[in-house]
């Protein structure tokens, strides 16, 4: 099974400043990869698949980059509604989620 | 628009039996695999079981399989999870998501998610 690492476990970023997030694979995923978006009582939301392509609706502040094992979610200027846990999965040996990233407001 | 929306007992005991539903619409239901994909507190989402479009082909993770059974009524746009020999570590918020394709192997990553139901497995 493939094994999913995220760091940091918690960000603290102020409104306006940029955030990166970043997902580690055990072997390599190729670009099979992609980022959720989940907010409380809530199911995740698919920010991006294929490491880079954000999914319908997401803005374009949301950018997913990297392959093999290391990837990266960047939010280039934090809004409000950014807050929330950020989990990377893998689908390139059937799938694995990692433990998520929250992030939350300065 | 695509709605999930999961159903079903919520408190079971210890070696107990549950059954969850998921009713979907807003989409050619029997034209895509589902998936049950499950997400225990405070941690990260666990795939716990696919079925293809025409429910022939099934799957599940290691920790269920023996104890839990996928199946769908394709009249009745609905999947649902079979959850027998309950355990404590099965306590989780379910969710139902719509596969990418008809195949239930290797599903892929998932758009659309039901809101979810939260299973208690406690005596």
């Known amino acids: 099974e493939i094994v999913m690492t995220q760091s940091p476990a918690t960000l603290s970023v102020s409104p306006g400043e940029r955030a990166t997030l970043s997902c580690r694979a055990s072997q390599s995923v190729s670009g099979n990869l992609a980022w959720y978006q989940q907010k409380p009582g809530q199911a995740p939301r698919l920010l991006i698949s294929g490491a880079t392509t954000r999914a319908t609706g997401v803005p374009a502040r949301f950018s997913g980059s990297g392959s093999g094992t290391e990837f990266t979610l960047t939010i280039s200027s934090l809004q409000s509604e950014d807050f929330g846990i950020y989990y990377c999965q893998q689908y390139h040996d059937w799938l694995t989620f990692g433990p998520g990233t929250k992030l939350d407001f300065k | 628009e695509v709605q999930l929306l999961e159903s079903g007992a919520t408190l079971g005991q210890p070696g107990g039996s549950l059954r969850l539903s998921c009713a979907a619409s807003?989409?050619?239901?029997?034209?895509?695999?589902m998936i049950w994909v499950r997400q225990a507190p405070g941690k990260g989402p666990e795939w716990v079981s696919s079925i293809s479009s025409g429910g022939d082909a099934t799957y599940y993770t290691e920790s269920v399989r023996g104890r839990f059974t996928i199946s769908r009524d394709n009249s009745k746009d609905t999947v649902y999870l079979q959850m027998n020999s309950l355990r404590a570590e099965d306590t989780a918020v379910y969710y139902c998501?719509?596969?990418?394709?008809?195949?239930?192997?290797?599903?892929?990553?998932?758009?659309?998610w039901g809101r979810g139901t939260l299973v208690t497995v406690s005596s």
């Open positions: 807003g989409f050619d239901f029997m034209d895509f695999a």
């Open positions: 998501a719509k596969g990418l394709t008809n195949r239930a192997y290797y599903p892929g990553y998932f758009y659309h």
